[in-house]
């Protein structure tokens, strides 16, 4: 079945730096990776996905690039803030049903 | 809209017990699902219903059971708790049900203890 690797499992950043987190996935059938983000005590959100046929997706301060060649991805934030503090999952999917497999989170800190 | 809720939303179990974690969304959903999420991981799917009707496993079925109840409530049951199952449980909920797009929607967990 499908593997997905994510790192760094922890990242601190300062105010106004950004932030990089990787993915890697194992199965060439996966065609739709999206982001999750989970404050604390609370479910994950969806943040931005990106599918198999775009290379990269930009919303305001966040952005997903995507390389099927080698099959990983990786979520940008730009100029972060205190509130980006959560724990970030990316996730892979194919075939039917919505099911994904995810990663197992990068906690973001972001020093003020 | 509540979105997704789950209820409770802390038990303590002891080894052997059986409970039922109730989830319900309003949003006319077609696919449900269930997960739990261990610590330092992310979520693995226990069991899902990518309609009303039918039911799947997921990566981590046993030990669990769920019931589509109806369109708008999946139920998960533990017949016979085992401390191994001591977890945080979502549920989550997507729109269109069958496409691998589909945007799923987290309820708020169920923190669950079993001694």
């Known amino acids: 079945g499908e593997n997905v690797e994510q790192h760094p499992s922890t990242l601190s950043v300062q105010e106004g730096d950004s932030a990089v987190i990787k993915c890697t996935y194992s199965d060439s059938a996966s065609n739709y990776f999206p982001w999750y983000k989970q404050e604390l005590g609370k479910g994950p959100q969806l943040i931005i996905d990106i599918r198999s046929n775009v290379g990269e997706k930009k919303d305001q301060r966040i952005a997903v690039t995507l390389n099927k060649t080698a099959k990983h991805f990786s979520l940008h934030i730009t100029e972060t803030q205190p509130e980006d503090s959560a724990v970030y999952f990316c996730a892979a999917s194919k075939g039917n049903a919505g099911k994904s497999t995810f990663g197992d989170g990068t906690t973001l800190t972001v020093k003020p | 809209n509540a979105g997704v809720t789950q209820t409770p939303k802390f038990q303590v179990l002891k080894t052997g017990q059986s409970m039922t974690l109730q989830c319900a969304q309003d949003?006319?959903?077609?696919?449900m699902y269930w997960y739990r999420q261990d610590p330092g991981m992310g979520l693995r799917l226990i069991y899902y219903s990518a309609s009303e009707g039918t039911t799947d496993k997921g990566e981590v079925p046993n030990g669990y059971n769920v019931s589509r109840l109806n369109k708008r409530e999946f139920s998960l049951r533990l017949e016979s708790a085992a401390p191994s199952q001591t977890s945080v449980y979502f549920c989550a909920s997507s729109p269109l049900g069958g496409q691998v797009t589909d945007t799923q929607y987290f309820g708020p967990g169920t923190r669950l203890t079993v001694l």
């Open positions: 949003m006319n959903h077609n696919s």
